[in-house]
């Protein structure tokens, strides 16, 4: 089985300073990690995937994301937030053997101040 | 390119009240699709999902049941609603052949008064 903690629940930060949202995962298997984004009121959007190769990894509106096995975590980054990136994201893994379940983190709430 | 479509926005139902939730793809055939519910300030959870027509899967016992008549259309109803059904109710698919991901609707907001 799989769990996903993200560490922060909410996470302000100022216009034009660096961010970083922590994902850390647990599984007994080798795994797809992925970071979304989810606007008031939307769905949620893809904003990177690692899947394998580079563990660095880009995504959208400048975030990027680094996977590190053996500290079993994928770290969301952007080095200069806007106004525009305040949002919920959410981790998510997937089992790499072909299974039918994502298991989402319960989300980090970003906050971008002016 | 996919698009997922999903309706209504926002519902007001009462307590008691049947409930019904479209969700239809277009651009890709025979998808994996899910049914996710995002109670207030917490994460997803995933209720049904299916591989193929007629087939439904359900991770949580409860009075809300899917349905999947056509390839592209997931349903997912109730007969009966309970206040504990509000929610912020998302169809999403998921690409199996490269990003692996997932394309969600944009979202019902279901209130059960």
């Known amino acids: 089985a799989q769990s996903v903690t993200q560490l922060d629940s909410q996470v302000p930060v100022f216009e034009e300073a660096p961010v970083e949202l922590r994902c850390n995962y647990s599984?007994?298997?080798?795994?797809?990690l992925f970071w979304y984004v989810q606007y008031p009121n939307q769905g949620l959007q893809l904003l990177l995937k690692y899947l394998s190769g580079s563990t660095l990894v880009k995504g959208i509106n400048g975030f990027e994301a680094e996977f590190n096995k053996s500290q079993t975590s994928f770290h969301l980054r952007k080095p200069s937030v806007h106004i525009s990136d305040t949002a919920e994201y959410f981790c998510?893994?997937?089992?790499?053997?072909?299974?039918?379940?994502?298991?989402f983190g319960a989300g980090t709430r970003l906050f971008v101040k002016a | 390119s996919q698009t997922i479509h999903q309706w209504p926005a926002t519902l007001v139902q009462p307590v008691g009240s049947p409930l019904s939730l479209e969700c239809t793809v277009e651009g890709t055939s025979n998808p994996n699709l899910y049914w996710y519910r995002q109670a207030a300030g917490r994460g997803l959870q995933l209720l049904f999902y299916s591989v193929g027509i007629g087939q439904i899967s359900s991770e949580v016992p409860q009075n809300l049941s899917a349905s999947r008549p056509q390839d592209r259309q997931f349903i997912l109803s109730s007969k009966k609603l309970l206040l504990s059904d509000s929610g912020f109710y998302l169809c999403a698919w998921r690409d199996l052949g490269t990003t692996y991901g997932y394309t969600f609707g944009s979202g019902t907001r279901l209130t059960v008064v």
């Open positions: 998510a893994v997937t089992p790499n053997t072909g299974g039918f379940k994502t298991i």
């Open positions: 599984s007994s298997v080798s795994v797809y």
